[in-house]
């Protein structure tokens, strides 16, 4: 007992306060933990990882207000899709899904905003100088469109129609605005298998599921089809 109160004492009450407020402090951080996880969870879409779509565009808006003019804002939409998942079912077609999310990832980085707006669409807002937009672009076509291999070690042959709008040619900052332009030169290129790099008409040009009012002169890269 003695001994006891000797050891007790030798940490004295400061210690001993430090101690128990840890406990209550540790179950706070638990649960912070479980709340972040919560959050990402809701942020994120869970078959590829990338930003469900308002999560997508309040970092696409600050990136942005942040870079300006040196900012490119990527629209993808895989081609011939339906077919994957009617002829090879749809776990292959989420196989398909991941590997497109997986090398867009790769390929914006980090600081990028990378969303899965919905189905098989998907964009991407990332910081991107003038004079390597071009060798970029092309870049993601080539990633694009290697095969992907499914379970069992069978490969599906996929190609996915890019589109891309920067401030400075579409004449906007608006993210809304440059979204349009991008899908509008998106569906230019539509399975061709290149990507495509709209101009100030696009922004006017509606696309609607495929259709297009109009063709405005566009900058055109890639593999040809």
């Known amino acids: 007992m003695d001994s006891v109160l000797h050891t007790t004492g030798r940490f004295g009450p400061r210690t001993l306060l430090i101690t128990a407020a840890a406990v209550p402090l540790t179950g706070w951080a638990v649960h912070a933990t479980v709340l972040l996880k919560q959050i ?41 899709f339906k077919q994957i998942n009617d002829g090879m079912g749809h776990e292959a077609g989420d196989t398909v899904l991941a590997a497109i999310g997986a090398r867009l990832t790769a390929w914006a980085g980090p600081r990028a905003s990378i969303g899965r707006l919905g189905g098989d669409e998907f964009a991407v807002v990332l910081e991107l100088a003038a004079d390597r937009r071009t060798q970029r672009l092309e870049q993601l076509v080539r990633m694009l469109l290697q095969p992907v291999t499914l379970d069992g070690g069978r490969t ?3 190609a996915a129609s890019v589109g891309a709008a920067a401030p400075a040619l579409v004449g906007s900052r608006d993210l809304t605005a440059l979204q349009r332009a991008a899908d509008a030169a998106l ?4 399975h061709s298998g290149r990507a495509v790099l709209a ?16 063709r405005p002169g566009t900058a055109v890269w890639g593999r040809a089809a």
């Open 187 to 190: 569906y230019d290129g539509k």
């Open 156 to 158: 599906v042959d996929v």
């Open 199 to 214: 101009a100030a008409a696009h922004t006017t040009l509606p696309s609607v599921n495929g259709r297009r009012v109009g």
């Open 40 to 80: 990402a969870a809701k942020e994120k879409d869970p078959l590829t990882g990338l930003l469900r779509r308002d999560a997508y565009t309040a970092r696409a808006r600050r990136i942005l207000a942040r870079h300006g003019d040196k900012v490119a804002v990527v629209m993808v939409d895989a081609d011939h």
